[in-house]
């Protein structure tokens, strides 16, 4: 986290520089949407308690709340196995999450929420931001301890701009069936990109460092960020799908797909170390493989067993490449 | 976790053995509960926003995600105090909660909600899987350190079984009254045998074991399973109550008992023990005992001061029996 | 945490003497509020759904939640990297808030919810609860290390017994306009106040310690208690604001605040000093001061910019404020 003398001032220019472009912006773009706005009430006609209960707040809040604790919680400690790096991965991590969330509710704003030249914020769109700044933190676990924060920033306004320029087109010019509530642009515009950036450099990174000590406390931190991954990932999965039984049912298949990926999961783990241990880093890979994989089908009638056979093959297809990618990296 | 070379393919077969069976059982028997099913609109009448919100699933989905945290980050991290089985016992956790609540769901799912040849599964199921699970990872901490993964996954097996048997009896054919929504079945079919189990067998373990070293960093991850089972547990008792009142009661009820609980497990604690040091395994047992004592009666109407007295006599009673029952085993 | 042995009795009955005095005086004056009595439905007439869903539990209960483990995990751990008082940071402030909970639904009851003879508690009663004592974990920051549980639950009982009355005379004498409901008590009764003994005492407390060792696990354990902090503190604002867009617009605000606050904090943190690394004792008061600076004007049209501005002014100041009162103090 040191850097030269010289480049000392860099990265409060860039936070400050950075912040007042966002206020700025804000302040000619952004408003509430009209769920969050004071004159709500009278739109809506004379106020009574079943249309408070209308608000999109209670249908959503719960699960965003979740999804915030994946992206800062979840993804903050997934890294604090690499035990040089736990430290930078929960701060960092923080630093761009904070960052990204704001210029994604601008970016995807433009794209999704704009009406008569402003931008209406609500609930959903919060739920949305932290979803494009998800796929940024993935992409951080393949750089972690390459890049300065001001580095880190930048690759955020990149990928933020790009994530939500890709959103666009597959939805709205492509006009892709995204059942999942844009889960499609998630699995296809992020993930599936920024698995392989993953998988490739992040053996490397793991295998160069020695990981002797304290290794055993990074390993449990670590495991706080797959746990709450992996027990809110229901939320995520369910958090913009359609009111009623689409969300209901999002859940149930997320939380189907995600038990069976466990067990496929330990199962190949143990079966291809020859030291018979489980290998914390392939739970974490089938983690989020299992819940991105279902992510895309969660609000359809996948069937509970659906999503078990999703899972059950998620575990073993996620473990394997992990290895395997990362042994034949290792040999050349 | 390591074993012998022969016995290496036993974890792997155990666990996709186990997952093929569920997958086969899911697909013949799991269907969605009408409020998680596509036809649930046609056959409520002509959907209006009113009736998405009486979909189950936002009664119950906030308190499903707690009590979900409390399977596996709460019991996952409760043991971590044990230095050597910190990891074991967040791992093992993780796997053994991963299986049961799928078979959890299909034993309960027979007894319970079967119709028509069908399993009908809802965020109530899913709520109710986590509890039977919760039975279990209390009896996995008596026995932490001495089994291995497979033996895990088969003990599961028979206490999901035995659990649900329980339950039925209890529940269908002696028709015992369970105010608390199953917490009856809880209580008594689970915690209550399991605690003997715990206490006989904890301290052994405990003792034997030299906590020098980073014990202090130990301690602090047990406190984060203590704590977010002591802060979630009013979720836990509310979770399947009936709407609305009984919901509302079972919470508060929870959570005088659980702060009535503390003050006196921290006296009894700091009372007996010469060094005058609060043992924070007397508060792990406290926090237990409070949560379950009142969930039986959460629903009824206790009267906060009904529930303050529970949790009195619930922190003096563990730690007593706690400290006394070592005491005795130790000299043994 | 050992003592004299002479004092040895000091906890225990410390303890008992004030659980017992809960039990009595929550025996004489506490009682279910209407919306947590089983005598509910008969008054609001025939029973349907959508009267249950009119049941506060629904409007206030997951923020609650949140609430509650921002007082339990997020002010327990904050202090953590104290490398020394870490234990006793998470343990104390447990017992500390599990009493000040019961004492500020009393206090806080008398002058609030008191209708013959009564005080009548709810799901807002239990948030409110937390509030008050979230205002003592802030104080007992100040003073760790330094003071004995005993000390400690004596301050708890005389903080939340001021804190009542401020909030009283604010309110109900002076008619003080809080359009965050009751935030303006808050941050004008309670961290206006304490933040002041916060940032003179912790500054020496913080210095005068090594921190050479497992340092590094320290931080990352104080790290937990500032994220879960930052993460709900949009429930904080937003728990018992007006139903509807009130709670929606308060959380939007909030959110937007904090991630404005952590920009323009690591800027300022990593311009003063240097070596040019970031502080996490900045990030942590930033947070803080973001969440509290908006907590007052939460619910108001605010406007995301406007929010966003609070926030960026919150994080500079926050940080000089540490920064040179912290030198300040290290020169006297």
Redesign the interface.
């Known amino acids: ?3 030269n ?1 010289n480049l ?2 860099r ?3 860039t ?2 520089l ?3 472009a ?2 700025v912006l ?2 000619v773009f ?4 009209p ?4 004159h ?2 009278e739109e809506k006609g004379p ?1 009574n ?11 959503r ?3 965003f ?2 999804v ?2 994946m992206i ?2 979840g993804f ?2 997934l890294m ?1 196995f690499l035990q040089r790096y ?2 930078s991965s ?2 960092f991590n ?2 761009l999450a ?2 990204g ?2 210029w994604a ?1 601008l970016m995807q704003g433009w794209f999704h929420s704009f009406h008569d030249g402003y931008i209406f ?3 959903e769109n ?1 739920i949305n931001a932290d979803f494009c700044v998800g796929s940024v933190c993935v992409a951080f676990g393949a750089i972690l301890g390459k890049v300065s ?1 001001v580095q880190l920033l930048i690759m955020t306004l990149f990928q933020v701009t790009l994530f939500s320029v890709n959103e666009f087109i597959l939805l709205s010019l492509l006009g892709v069936k995204d059942a999942g509530g844009s889960m499609t642009i998630h699995t296809f515009g992020a993930y599936f990109g920024l698995t392989v950036t993953w998988t490739l450099y992040r053996p490397n990174l793991y295998q160069s460092k020695e990981r002797e000590g ?1 290794v ?2 990074s ?3 670590a ?2 960020g797959t ?2 991954l ?3 990932w ?2 995520f999965n369910s958090a913009v799908s359609n ?7 999002a ?2 298949n997320t ?2 797909s ?3 990926c ?3 999961a ?3 783990s ?2 291809l170390q020859k ?4 290998d ?1 880093v392939h ?1 974490q890979n089938a983690t989020l493989a299992g819940g991105v994989a279902v992510g895309t089908a969660a609000e359809m ?1 996948l ?3 659906g999503s ?2 999703v899972g ?1 093959i998620c575990g073993i297809v996620s473990t394997l490449g992990f290895v395997y990618l990362t042994a034949a990296l290792w040999v050349l």
């Open positions: 986290m040191a850097w003398t000392r001032w990265l409060p220019l936070c400050l950075l912040q007042v966002m206020v804000f302040g952004v408003r509430y949407d769920d969050a706005d004071a709500w009430m106020g308690l079943s249309s408070d209960l209308d608000n999109e707040f209670y249908y809040y719960p699960s709340q979740d915030h604790v800062f919680v903050g400690f604090t736990g430290y929960v701060g923080f630093l904070a960052f969330i704001q509710l914020v609500g609930v919060l924060p304290p055993y406390q390993d449990l931190f495991m706080i746990l709450f992996w027990m809110y229901p939320s009111h009623g039984d689409a969300q209901h049912r859940a149930i939380y189907c995600l038990a069976a466990v067990l496929t330990v199962a190949m143990s079966a030291k018979g241990k489980l914390m739970i009638m069937m509970p067993y078990l056979i059950f």
